[in-house]
């Protein structure tokens, strides 16, 4: 809710009826009136004066143009690469800067489409966890954040519930006021590692073997629920047959979890009841992530917990709210104007795209609601890439970015304060328009107003181009999903958030148990705990372990022995807020490299010593943080904008463009490094 005093927002609060959120605010958002009204916001248009690279500014390295004649250069532009390269050589990049259903993915898509643009495949965070996930459940869907609160036992997996998901944490308090218990399984010490009841730091890319560990134990002891396996399930006997093969002892050397431990887990796990996981996107940051999540994800299938309140399992709620997405993004504009559909660029592999590619080779490249300059992992090759000169770059930014260095055009956007859009949810099953509060700052425009504009310019006549936000917010609505149903707009615009309609059969109380009766959204109608459809991918039908090829187990840790988890910062997302000096104070000083003693000591380095951190990618230099936060072999790093670093790089130069074993995601979590004391003479760079 934002308070407005004659045409300025004066105060943002969060909306006490919310079920899930009950009006408290996240921190960094607490503070989102200091980013509305930053006086660093990118408020006009602006064209590139001074050669790409580090620190361009409004005068030094950008004049101010007036929409008219940046939408003009812009049409002009692309109109010429196509001419010469083809409309392949367009290509679009968006991700997270806004997750409305508008601003997010409508407009834009249709005009990439009807360009016959290059498509992006938006894989960086989350494709090998939902490839995982709906490869057991057919779709993302899970345990309500409310049922937490009736859970005796929470496991945290890959989840820093406390920095990332503060919305979710009142429900475990007060289910741990009540007795329940909180297990976190993570290689690092968050903030939810250190206030759970038990820790379990685990070797990175290791899930999927305790996840079988964790199986052998529940079967070896008849610990499984026989019936809803056989009623609800397929490849049950497969799954036992598999996890024979992970006794407590291998998986201990696997995980670093002691046996006695992956047994007293797997009995806490099936026996103190409701038990329920939130797990969430870290463990599948990994190159066997998609194996990883569909271990986890079967856990409750195995011990039947998906019957109770408070039971089963949480990694996304999104695949509930089936918004007509086919409507707002238009993709048969693309086979109109291409006769096929246009080729897919994984933005994981940015640096590969824009450096190696051909025929055609990216000539355009347009960032919408991202950084890539900052969260692309190998961050060398992706600066390499978008300095070359030829490549034409627009990018629409609240503000100066690591990727607005690079950028040819500069467009003002503006934040969720200045525009309207639906919003549905990743963490809960509520829907709701966000209104438009105050007048955009400056000459902001939206995303949707940008590709509204955009498309008249290219004399785009299609009528979808000359939708209206709410028409647009109709269109999606107007979906075959029942859950939707009695759910429209004039319904929305009165009421503050609206549940999804989970109808009667699946109601348990005013509770939404997903598969208490099976129902699986599969094609078989039953988790597949065999799916052909992973058989198809090369992969073992049901679950293989396989340790990453970059781990202490794997050829390439004879030269780089330590494990990096390059992390989010809590009080940031992603990059955003980032500059903004109300959230810097609440992060700590960035620039550090956390360590374990024996590693430190080892490497003759003392906590506060600036060291050397560097694999083939690339190298940075950070401060030693020698605490308690990271086990012997694993080291942990924090994600910000390059240019606020003393050295002009991130902890993307060290991660690597491979891609996970299912839903070609990022692998940001399976990197190895050495560290070394810097020398200024030991650059190598
Ligand atoms: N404050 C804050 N909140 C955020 C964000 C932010 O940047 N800051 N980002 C938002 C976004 S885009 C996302 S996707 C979500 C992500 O939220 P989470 O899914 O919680 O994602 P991460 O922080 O990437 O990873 C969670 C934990 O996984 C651990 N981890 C790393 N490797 C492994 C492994 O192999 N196994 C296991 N078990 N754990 C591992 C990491 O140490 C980390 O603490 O958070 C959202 N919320
Ligand atoms: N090392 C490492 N790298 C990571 C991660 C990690 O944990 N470690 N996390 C990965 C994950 S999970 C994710 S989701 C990605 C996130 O990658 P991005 O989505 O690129 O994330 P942000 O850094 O938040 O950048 C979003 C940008 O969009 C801008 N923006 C906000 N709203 C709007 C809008 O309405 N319109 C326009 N045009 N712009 C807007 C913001 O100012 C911001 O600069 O990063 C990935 N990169
Ligand atoms: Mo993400």
Redo the contacts with the bound molecule.
């Keep these: 809710m934002i308070t407005v005093e004659d045409g300025r927002a004066t105060r943002i609060q969060g909306d006490p009826a919310h079920p899930v959120t009950r009006g408290f605010l996240c921190a960094k958002v607490a503070k989102y009136l200091d980013r509305v009204y930053s006086p660093d916001r990118v408020l006009y248009p602006m064209r590139r004066i001074a050669p790409k690279g580090p620190g361009s500014q409004l005068g030094s390295a950008f004049e101010r143009i007036g929409w008219d004649q940046a939408l003009d250069e812009i049409a002009a532009r692309l109109r010429d690469i196509i001419a010469s390269h083809g409309s392949e050589a367009i290509l679009p990049y ?5 997750l ?1 259903a508008l ?1 997010g993915a409508s407009m834009d898509r249709r005009f990439f489409h009807r360009l016959g643009a290059s498509q992006l495949a938006r894989t ?3 494709a090998a966890g939902e490839a995982g996930l709906e490869s057991v459940y057919g779709k993302k869907i899970g345990t309500e954040p409310e049922q937490f609160r009736h859970s005796r036992y929470i496991i945290a997996w890959g989840a820093n519930i406390h920095g990332n998901n503060v919305h979710l944490w009142p429900f475990i308090a007060e289910a741990r006021r009540q007795g329940a218990r909180l297990v976190v399984i993570d290689p690092y010490r968050t903030r939810t590692a250190a206030c759970a009841d038990w820790h379990l730091p685990i070797n990175p890319g290791t899930d999927a073997a305790l996840a079988l560990g964790m199986m052998h134990v529940i079967f070896a002891e008849d610990l499984h629920d026989a019936d809803y396996l056989e009623q609800h399930t397929i490849g049950f006997d497969e799954l036992r047959t598999k996890a024979r093969e992970y006794p407590p002892e291998r998986v201990a050397g696997l995980t670093g979890i002691s046996a006695a431990d992956v047994v007293k887990l797997a009995h806490e796990y099936a026996t103190t009841r409701p038990s329920v996981i939130r797990l969430n ?1 870290g463990a599948q ?1 990994s190159e066997g992530g998609g194996m990883a999540t569909r271990a986890v994800a079967m856990l409750p299938c195995v011990i039947g917990s998906w019957k109770e309140i408070g039971g089963g399992l949480q990694l996304s709620t999104s695949g509930a709210f089936g918004l007509n997405q086919a409507a707002l993004d238009r993709s048969d504009l693309m086979l109109k104007s291409l006769g096929r559909p246009a080729r897919v660029i994984n933005m994981v592999e940015l640096g590969h795209a824009l450096n190696t590619l051909s025929d055609p080779p990216v000539q355009a490249l347009f960032v ?5 300059a ?4 190998n961050h060398n090759q992706v600066i390499h890439g978008l300095r070359r000169s030829d490549l034409f770059t627009v990018v ?4 100066f ?1 690591d ?1 607005t260095d690079y950028a040819d055009i500069v467009l003002p ?4 304060f200045e ?1 309207k859009d639906l919003q549905k949810a990743y963490g809960h099953y509520y829907l709701q328009i966000s209104h438009q509060a105050i007048a955009p700052l400056g000459e902001c425009r ?2 949707v107003d940008l590709f509204r504009a955009l498309a008249q310019r290219m004399g785009f006549e299609e009528e979808c181009f000359q939708d209206t936000d709410e028409q647009m917010i109709d269109s999606a609505l107007k979906s075959s999903n029942p859950r939707l149903r009695g759910i429209d707009r004039e319904r929305l615009e009165k009421e503050p958030h609206v549940r999804l309609n989970f109808g009667t059969t699946e109601l348990s109380g005013p509770h939404f148990l997903p598969f208490a009766n099976g129902n699986f959204p599969t094609a078989s109608g039953k988790a597949e705990l065999y799916s052909e459809s992973v058989k198809t991918l090369g992969l073992d039908p049901v679950i293989r372990f396989a340790p990453p090829s970059e781990s202490r187990l794997g050829e390439e840790a004879k030269l780089f022995p330590l494990e990096l988890l ?3 910062s809590d009080n940031f ?4 807020f980032s500059n903004l000096p109300a959230v810097q104070e609440m992060e700590e000083e960035g620039g550090l490299l956390e360590m374990h003693p024996s590693d430190a000591r080892a490497r003759g380095i003392a906590h506060g010593d600036k060291v050397r951190v560097f694999n083939r990618r690339g190298e940075i230099h950070l401060k030693a943080k020698v605490n308690g936060a990271v086990q012997a072999g694993v080291v942990g790093a924090r ?1 910000h904008w390059a240019k606020l670093s003393a050295c002009g790089r991130n ?2 130069v060290l ?1 690597s463009q491979k891609l996970t074993d299912m839903g070609n995601s ?1 692998t ?1 979590y399976s990197v190895l490094v050495e560290v070394e004391l810097f020398k200024p003479a030991s650059r190598s760079d």
Excluded at 368 to 372: C, D, I, L
Excluded at 396 to 399: A, K, L, N, T
Excluded at 413 to 416: G, K, Y
């Design positions: 968006s991700y997270g800067g806004t409305g601003n960086i965070c989350s996107y940051r919408y609601s991202s950084n890539p900052a969260v692309c992992p629409h930014e609240q503000f970015t990727t956007a503006t934040t969720f525009h939206s995303n390059a992390r989010k997302l992603n990059t955003t994600l902890i993307n991660t990022a940001f």
